[in-house]
């Protein structure tokens, strides 16, 4: 594979209170920053990049390019899950010195001792590559994801995993150094043991940046951390119980706490607030 590199500028410009406009946006209070940042962009030898944010910016993340999924904080994701994701609240989601932060505080909140955010995409691709570079949180308790669900699909919807769902990367705080990539189906859930996933182990996971990639077409599923693949599922000719990756599906990024698989040995309260940090989150299509 052959990477091919060119510059991407993106201009930030002040414009100061006092006549040229006024201040809005309760909890949004964006702060553009006057600067020239400089992001370097790797092109892939037969794809285009089609979709991306480098976080150069401050504040929220784009309206224009990110939701928030709250739908299932009463029903704790039908996980157990101990924290309650929030809407646009800069203490849980917020872009600053280029980086996005999804971070997870210890606090009192509707009822959940736990607040952070659940990010997804406006936008749903049916095949692709799909990146994001980012340092992974290690507290025990924490469970941080990069994962695709399929367009139009929402919590109350159920159906759970049947509709589908593609793992680019999972962190437990627990297990630190070991991430997981998975792809789910009828005829793979990991309640029953039949799911197909797989492991990679990553040193200094929460102190470096690291690329984490998933390849999907018609034929096969692919994961990648920092080039190197790590995990394959090839589409077994079975029909939508085994492969129901035949639509569009959007990104999420997330930070959970507990839930039946994070809390498998507690949680540490003393290590909060800590974030899920990401340099960028890339799409690119074949040509």
């Not at 480098?54 to 739908?71: C, H, I, M, R, V």
């Not at 043991?193 to 102190?207: F, M, N, Q, W």
Request: hydrophobic share 35%; net charge negative; with cysteine.
């Amino acid at each position: 594979m052959k990477n091919l590199r060119y510059k991407l500028f993106t201009y930030g410009f002040i414009f100061l209170a006092g006549g040229l406009f006024s201040c809005q946006n309760n909890s949004e209070s964006k702060k553009e920053t006057a600067k020239i940042q400089v992001e370097e962009i790797t092109q892939y030898e037969g794809y285009e990049l089609v979709w991306n944010d480098e976080f150069s910016y401050e504040g929220l993340p784009d309206s224009t390019k990110w939701a928030y999924d709250t739908e299932g904080n009463e029903a704790g994701w039908g996980n157990n899950e101990a924290q309650y994701y929030t809407d646009s609240r800069l203490e849980n989601a917020s872009v600053s010195d280029g980086k996005l932060h999804v971070t997870v505080q210890h606090e009192q909140f509707e009822g959940k001792e736990y607040t952070s955010a659940r990010l997804m995409t406006k936008q749903a691709w049916k095949h692709g590559k799909f990146e994001m570079s980012a340092k992974l949180p290690d507290a025990r308790g924490s469970w941080c994801a990069f994962w695709m669900m399929p367009e139009g699909w929402s919590f109350n919807d159920g159906g759970w995993p049947n509709v589908g769902e593609l793992d680019i990367v999972e962190h437990l705080g627990h297990d630190k150094g070991v991430i997981h990539a998975s792809a789910h189906s009828k005829n793979h859930q990991w309640w029953e043991g039949t799911e197909v996933t797989t492991t990679a182990k990553v040193d200094s996971i929460t102190e470096k940046f690291h690329k984490y990639t998933f390849e999907w077409d018609e034929t096969e599923v692919k994961a990648f951390v920092d080039d190197k693949q790590f995990f394959s599922y090839k589409n077994e000719g079975e029909g939508m119980d085994s492969w129901p990756y035949v639509k569009p599906f959007y990104m999420l990024l997330n930070v959970a706490v507990g839930g039946e698989w994070g809390e498998k040995y507690g949680i540490d309260d003393a290590a909060f607030p800590q974030s899920m940090v990401v340099d960028y989150v890339r799409v690119y299509k074949k040509k």
